[in-house]
């Protein structure tokens, strides 16, 4: 059977070859046709391999530059084959060409259109059938699971200025993406009840993918939909749960850190991370890094423990794990005191933490008298300690902290501690933390939120992209308006005079054009130096551009006056000075061989001419001949130790 002849091996070798435009679109036009059904037609029988569309969407893309095919009409079979080739091998093959394509040519934007067509017509069609499969190639998933996190910013060096609403950029790419894996999901869980079996170990690695790329707050609408779905759902909280067990390891710190912050009720997560935490890293991440290795910023640290606390009593009806963490917050509270790495902040946050712990414990959960113990021993150890602080925050934190626990173990007036502090907004603020757990938490109602605390509703509804963005705006806008306030004036440290100048450096030109006009500006010294540094990189990526503005690129190096911080440039000027001569032999030795002798140069700069000669001379011979006063010196071809 392999001796026969196969019907789509003449359309290939057509497009291999210089051929006519006519043949080239027969040949496209025959290869079309075998997908008119899955057997060949001169070949009953024999299936038609996908490879076969694989090789001709390569050699299709080869020819893109050639002007034998319409644009449109080129796109247009390009599309066509696209839905008959493999998406992971298409993907690699446009990632591919994308490298080796120059900028600003006809080549780029096809390849550009093109993978804007697969992401939105190819890619929905590919994460429908990897929810179908039972197994899964975790080799070529991880890869593509790589790739396609960060395709925006693959695309982003090649993307114009007026692409604003292109779904390449970052932000709409992900939401296209969160949407897509929003319609797998759909489409697993009618699959499992009709008890057909899925997979979700793509979209858990995709989403792993790009929490670890940085952009939590993008994926999470998706997530907040899926465990708002699980309240009256069990297939949906059934496939939340799968869907968390494939995301990898890593990611969880900065998920669930998202998820609290965005969540109403914390008892929900467990829609997502199960009533069970089997998963070692996820009891690691919840209960020890989120509360003794980070530090978070008000009012988000707040949000952050209630809602945790709230999952843990969710756990089960004793609550063990909430009292366990509990527990070991007092004996942190109690033993890092007067530590060198014990920060005011981290004093804050655990004091925090504390007061809402205790409050969940005082109103919805009762203490034994064991438990009670320990935590009282713990209490007074770290109000001794906080009480001969020279620091007022921290006094007080003491005495809030043994006020509260010693209230909750020992209700009467008589017996329970009591100080005398001023009843300022930070007191009234830190005791309202004692109402968080007001409500029952452990039957799934909502805890009390503290009246002073802010909430934020356009991260909660799901898939609400835009008011989230809004209530963004509208948070950094109050705070801008809060900080205009004269009622409590307090000097500004200026800082020094380094650190500004490294905030107002621009970045390195990514075009030839740009890094001349910035070494123009004499009176900017910064972007001078910047775009000094960047010359070599760009004479190397932009040859072309080389030849017309030789020249001039000439003339500002060879007057540039290397003091001051300009002095770090020596180096790349001499660098830029050696790739223009040689990549514009004719011009450069032209300019060169006039300014060796002339009289506005230093010794340094003469020497320096010459030594850049020195690197092709054979090259700078043939059009140099007749310039006597720059090749009659015996030295050319040494380079002098300037």
Not at 283 to 306: A, C, H, M, Q, W
């Given at each position: 059977?392999?001796?026969?002849?196969k019907?789509?091996?003449?359309?290939?070798?057509?497009?291999?070859?210089?051929?006519?435009?006519?043949?080239?679109?027969?040949?496209?036009?025959d290869?079309l046709?075998?997908?008119?059904?899955?057997?060949?037609?001169?070949?009953?029988?024999?299936?038609?391999?996908?490879?076969?569309?694989?090789?001709?969407?390569?050699?299709?893309?080869?020819?893109?530059?050639?002007?034998?095919?319409?644009?449109?009409?080129?796109l247009t079979?390009?599309?066509?084959?696209?839905?008959?080739?493999?998406?992971?091998?298409?993907f690699?093959t446009?990632?591919?060409?994308?490298?080796?394509?120059?900028?600003e040519?006809?080549?780029?934007?096809?390849?550009?259109?093109l993978?804007?067509?697969y992401?939105?017509?190819?890619?929905?069609v590919y994460?429908?059938?990897?929810?179908?499969?039972?197994?899964?190639?975790?080799?070529?998933?991880?890869?593509?699971?790589?790739?396609?996190?960060?395709?925006?910013?693959r695309?982003?060096?090649?993307?114009?200025?007026?692409?604003?609403?292109?779904?390449l950029?970052?932000?709409?790419?992900?939401?296209?993406?969160s949407?897509?894996?929003?319609?797998?999901?759909?489409?697993?869980?009618?699959?499992?009840k009709?008890?057909?079996d899925?997979?979700?170990?793509?979209?858990?690695?995709?989403?792993?993918?790009?929490?670890?790329?940085?952009?939590?707050?993008?994926?999470?609408?998706?997530?907040?939909?899926?465990?708002?779905?699980?309240?009256?759902?069990?297939v949906?909280?059934?496939i939340?749960?799968?869907?968390?067990?494939?995301?990898?390891?890593?990611?969880?710190?900065?998920?669930?850190l998202?998820?609290?912050c965005?969540?109403?009720?914390?008892?929900?997560?467990?829609?997502?991370?199960g009533?069970?935490?089997d998963?070692?890293?996820?009891?690691?991440?919840?209960?020890?890094?989120?509360?003794?290795n980070r530090?978070?910023?008000s009012?988000?640290d707040?949000?952050?423990?209630?809602?945790?606390f709230?999952?843990l009593?969710?756990?089960?009806?004793?609550a063990?794990?909430?009292k366990?963490?509990?527990?070991?917050?007092?004996e942190s509270?109690a033993?890092?005191?007067g530590?060198?790495?014990?920060?005011?902040?981290?004093?804050?946050?655990?004091t925090?933490?504390?007061?809402?712990?205790?409050?969940?414990?005082?109103?919805?959960?009762p203490v034994?008298?064991?438990?009670?113990?320990?935590?009282?021993k713990?209490?007074l150890?770290?109000v001794?300690?906080?009480?001969?602080?020279t620091?007022?925050?921290?006094?007080?934190?003491?005495?809030?902290?043994?006020?509260?626990?010693?209230?909750?173990?020992?209700?009467?007036?008589?017996?329970?501690l009591?100080?005398?502090y001023?009843?300022?907004?930070?007191?009234?603020?830190?005791?309202?933390?004692?109402?968080?757990?007001?409500?029952?938490?452990?039957?799934?109602?909502?805890?009390?939120?503290?009246?002073?605390?802010?909430?934020?509703?356009?991260?909660?509804?799901?898939?609400?992209?835009?008011?989230a963005?809004?209530?963004?705006k509208?948070?950094?806008?109050?705070?801008?308006?809060?900080?205009?306030?004269?009622?409590?004036?307090?000097?500004?440290?200026?800082?020094?005079e380094s650190?500004?100048?490294?905030?107002?450096?621009?970045?390195?030109?990514?075009?030839?054009?740009?890094?001349?006009?910035?070494l123009?500006?004499?009176?900017?010294?910064?972007?001078r130096?910047?775009?000094?540094?960047?010359?070599?990189?760009?004479?190397?990526?932009?040859?072309?551009?080389?030849?017309?503005?030789?020249?001039?690129?000439?003339?500002?190096?060879?007057?540039?006056?290397?003091?001051?911080?300009?002095?770090?440039?020596?180096?790349?000027?001499?660098?830029?000075?050696?790739?223009?001569?040689?990549?514009?032999?004719?011009?450069?030795?032209?300019?060169?061989?006039?300014?060796?002798?002339?009289?506005?140069?230093?010794?340094?700069v003469?020497?320096?001419?010459?030594?850049?000669?020195?690197?092709?001379p054979?090259?700078?011979?043939?059009?140099?001949?007749?310039?006597?006063?720059?090749?009659?010196?015996?030295f050319?071809?040494?380079?002098?130790?300037v």
């Amino acid at each position: 059977m392999s001796l026969l002849p196969k019907p789509w091996l003449a359309p290939l070798n057509v497009l291999a070859r210089q051929s006519s435009t006519e043949e080239i679109t027969r040949a496209i036009s025959d290869i079309l046709n075998l997908s008119s059904s899955s057997e060949s037609k001169s070949l009953p029988g024999i299936p038609v391999p996908v490879a076969v569309y694989d090789r001709a969407f390569i050699l299709l893309l080869e020819r893109v530059d050639a002007t034998w095919m319409d644009e449109s009409v080129l796109l247009t079979r390009c599309e066509d084959l696209m839905r008959l080739c493999d998406p992971v091998e298409i993907f690699f093959t446009l990632l591919d060409i994308l490298k080796k394509c120059r900028t600003e040519t006809a080549q780029l934007d096809i390849i550009m259109r093109l993978i804007s067509h697969y992401v939105n017509c190819c890619l929905d069609v590919y994460l429908m059938e990897t929810s179908n499969a039972t197994t899964v190639d975790v080799e070529t998933t991880e890869e593509f699971v790589q790739c396609l996190a960060s395709l925006p910013d693959r695309v982003a060096p090649f993307l114009k200025e007026n692409d604003t609403k292109s779904v390449l950029l970052r932000s709409s790419f992900i939401r296209h993406l969160s949407g897509i894996i929003h319609q797998g999901l759909c489409h697993a869980h009618d699959r499992v009840k009709s008890s057909k079996d899925t997979s979700l170990t793509f979209f858990g690695r995709l989403i792993g993918k790009i929490v670890a790329n940085g952009q939590c707050d993008l994926i999470l609408p998706l997530l907040l939909k899926l465990i708002n779905d699980g309240d009256n759902d069990f297939v949906w909280r059934r496939i939340a749960q799968q869907l968390f067990r494939n995301i990898p390891a890593r990611s969880y710190e900065s998920l669930l850190l998202g998820l609290l912050c965005a969540l109403e009720d914390g008892g929900q997560l467990t829609h997502l991370v199960g009533c069970k935490m089997d998963d070692p890293q996820v009891e690691l991440v919840l209960t020890k890094r989120l509360i003794f290795n980070r530090i978070l910023p008000s009012p988000k640290d707040v949000t952050v423990y209630r809602n945790l606390f709230g999952f843990l009593c969710a756990l089960d009806d004793e609550a063990s794990k909430f009292k366990e963490v509990a527990e070991g917050l007092l004996e942190s509270w109690a033993t890092v005191y007067g530590q060198s790495y014990m920060a005011i902040e981290y004093e804050m946050s655990l004091t925090k933490a504390i007061l809402i712990a205790v409050g969940i414990l005082r109103t919805c959960i009762p203490v034994e008298l064991s438990f009670g113990q320990k935590l009282l021993k713990f209490t007074l150890r770290g109000v001794e300690k906080r009480l001969s602080s020279t620091d007022g925050k921290v006094r007080l934190n003491g005495m809030l902290v043994g006020e509260a626990v010693t209230r909750m173990i020992q209700p009467s007036p008589d017996n329970f501690l009591k100080f005398d502090y001023a009843e300022d907004n930070e007191t009234i603020s830190l005791k309202q933390l004692l109402e968080c757990g007001a409500s029952d938490s452990i039957n799934g109602s909502t805890l009390k939120r503290p009246q002073w605390e802010k909430t934020k509703t356009g991260l909660v509804e799901p898939l609400s992209f835009e008011r989230a963005d809004a209530a963004g705006k509208a948070q950094v806008s109050a705070e801008v308006e809060e900080l205009d306030s004269d009622d409590d004036l307090v000097p500004y440290s200026i800082p020094p005079e380094s650190s500004v100048r490294t905030k107002t450096t621009i970045g390195q030109p990514k075009y030839l054009q740009d890094c001349y006009e910035g070494l123009c500006k004499r009176d900017d010294v910064v972007r001078r130096l910047v775009c000094l540094k960047a010359l070599p990189g760009l004479l190397t990526r932009q040859p072309d551009l080389v030849q017309h503005m030789a020249v001039d690129l000439l003339k500002i190096l060879l007057g540039m006056e290397l003091e001051g911080s300009l002095r770090e440039g020596r180096a790349d000027r001499y660098a830029s000075l050696v790739a223009i001569t040689m990549q514009s032999p004719k011009d450069a030795g032209s300019f060169l061989g006039g300014e060796v002798i002339a009289r506005n140069y230093g010794i340094g700069v003469r020497l320096e001419i010459l030594s850049v000669g020195s690197h092709r001379p054979r090259d700078v011979i043939a059009w140099g001949r007749g310039k006597r006063s720059f090749f009659n010196f015996r030295f050319f071809a040494q380079r002098p130790n300037v």
